[in-house]
């Protein structure tokens, strides 16, 4: 089991930066992916970027060349930097993690996908 907590969030202009930092605490040992995912009111969560354990990531087209999603084993958190930020990037935010299936089977674990709170993100101008 871990628990995640996100900040960053906050108002920006088009255009403008912002950097998400997510903490996690727990089992840690236990993750293989970490990432974050948005969702707009009334819309499906969906993912923006994710890492693995490796430091390989994944991104959304929608962030693929304004966001950067890195990984800090060290401490368990996970970031994500945003740049060139558009009012449709304006969503919650939601830290994720999952965990390697043999820490869950043997822990008798019932889930290994973990999120946050989520932080708000809005871009207007």
């Keep these: 089991q871990v628990h995640l907590v996100e900040s960053g969030g906050d108002l920006v202009h088009p255009g403008g ?20 995912y948005s969702q707009a009111p009334g819309k499906e969560r969906e993912v923006v970027a994710l890492v693995n354990n490796a430091g390989g990531t994944y991104y959304a087209d929608t962030a693929e060349g304004r966001f950067i999603a890195s990984r800090d084993d060290a401490k368990d958190e996970v970031y994500l930097q945003m740049n060139s930020l558009k009012p449709e990037d304006t969503a ?3 830290c ?6 043999e820490c869950t089977v043997q822990h008798g674990w019932l889930k290994n996908e973990y999120w946050g709170q989520g932080t708000q993100v809005t871009v207007s101008s």
């Design 92 to 94: 919650v935010y939601y």
């Design 17 to 36: 930066s912002l950097r998400l930092s997510c903490a996690a605490s727990g089992d840690t040992i236990c993750i293989s992916n970490m990432g974050w």
């Design 96 to 101: 994720y993690a999952d965990f390697n299936e």
